[in-house]
């Protein structure tokens, strides 16, 4: 029986470890050599990921991060631009990547309270064909918007942000870590919004519980020219079934249960604003990410927050910035711990 670590661990869901049924899979996977092209398990979940989203073909990747990068790489040249949201995890969390391996030029833009550039600034940012600029190529989106509260952004907007690119010949790329969760949250399926984007990278290490991996989706010609990338960038994996299988696994059934991480998120979400001090609307939170902040007049800092549920109550939340704070349910989250969070953070608050 696999250890399971006691800690209840709201940070992020990227905490979560793989289920039992996962562990199962993976020990029992069918492998061979990917980079030869030969390991059918990752082959299979490449697969279901491309029918899922509705693209040609899929590539296992190491990491969102690494995913991205790929298909930043791939769909631009030196030289080229890359509009994106300011707060883009993109832009904010992936090293630089794309500019440091890839000599692409970052165009952050500003974005609204969920995420969502404005159209116009989108179209303004697009340069014209001078040897002076450089040369606008890619658009980057993210859905569900990990910096806005994990919003989860409807399709209409990329079918308009898809209608500029279009317009420019510029290629657009979603980095949908969390596409699973804003499509349940919309009620829609996750083609709603991919049918309008060139490339998609999907985490499977996140909500899904896998415990290694995404996986990038497009055309064959993308994908062919992503898989050259992976290699490049020392990401072609031998025997990988054996984490492949957790993500087929990860693709089939989580994908289906991601509601239940949305209600305790509300739960959590709706306790927290009954606590005097604590500043949260419950109708910001559309997934699995509650972000909250401590009032000025609280004379408490965030650190010391986090720090006395770590110290006192095993239970550990995020730091955000400022006095803004993360909470983010997943599997391994039940509602009894919600309401233990709540409780201890009710007694931390009140001086108690
Ligand atoms: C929105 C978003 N995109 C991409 C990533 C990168 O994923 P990874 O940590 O697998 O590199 C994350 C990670 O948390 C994320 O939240």
Redesign the pocket.
């Known amino acids: 029986m696999a250890a399971i670590h006691p800690s209840v661990d709201f940070r992020?869901?990227?905490v979560t470890w793989p289920t039992e049924a996962m562990r199962a899979a993976m020990a029992s996977a069918v492998v061979g050599d990917d980079v030869y092209g030969e390991d059918p398990t990752v082959s299979a979940l490449e697969d279901l990921a491309a029918a899922m989203l509705g693209k040609e073909a899929g590539l296992f990747v190491?990491?969102?991060?690494?995913?991205?990068l790929i298909a930043a790489l791939s769909h631009a040249q030196r030289g080229d631009e890359a509009i994106m949201g300011e707060d883009?995890?993109?832009f904010c969390?992936?090293a630089g990547g794309m500019a440091v391996l890839g000599s692409l030029t970052p165009r952050p833009l500003p974005t609204d309270h969920r995420g969502r550039m404005d159209l116009t600034q989108i179209r303004h940012a697009i340069r014209e064909d001078d040897p002076h600029l450089p040369t606008s190529r890619l658009i980057l989106l993210?859905n569900?918007?990990?910096?806005n509260h994990g919003a989860a952004l409807e399709p209409e907007y990329f079918e308009a942000v898809h209608a500029i690119a279009q317009t420019h010949g510029l290629r657009v790329h979603l980095?949908?870590?969390?596409l699973f969760n804003a499509a349940t949250a919309l009620g829609c399926a996750p083609t709603a919004m991919t049918q309008w984007v060139d490339s998609v990278?999907i985490?499977l290490?996140?909500g899904l519980c896998a415990p290694v991996?995404?996986v990038l989706v497009g055309s064959q010609d993308f994908i062919h020219m992503a898989r050259r990338q992976r290699k490049l960038l020392g990401g072609g994996m031998r025997q990988a079934g054996v984490l492949a299988a957790a993500g087929v696994i990860a693709l089939k059934t989580m994908t289906q249960r991601l509601q239940d991480d949305h209600t305790t998120a509300q739960q959590l979400a709706q306790g927290l604003a009954t606590i005097p001090g604590i500043l949260i609307n419950p109708a910001q939170v559309e997934t699995n990410m509650v972000f909250f902040d401590l009032a000025d007049t609280l004379p408490l800092a965030p650190t010391d927050l986090v720090n006395r549920l770590k110290q006192g109550y095993d239970l550990h939340i995020g730091g955000y910035h400022h006095r803004t704070l993360r909470a983010v349910t997943h599997y391994w989250i039940t509602p009894e711990q919600v309401n233990h969070l709540i409780a201890a953070i009710r007694a931390i608050v009140q001086g108690e």
């Open positions: 992020s869901d990227t190491t990491s969102g991060t690494q995913g991205n883009a995890h993109t969390w992936e993210e569900s918007s990990g910096g980095d949908g870590a969390r990278s985490c290490s996140k991996g995404s």
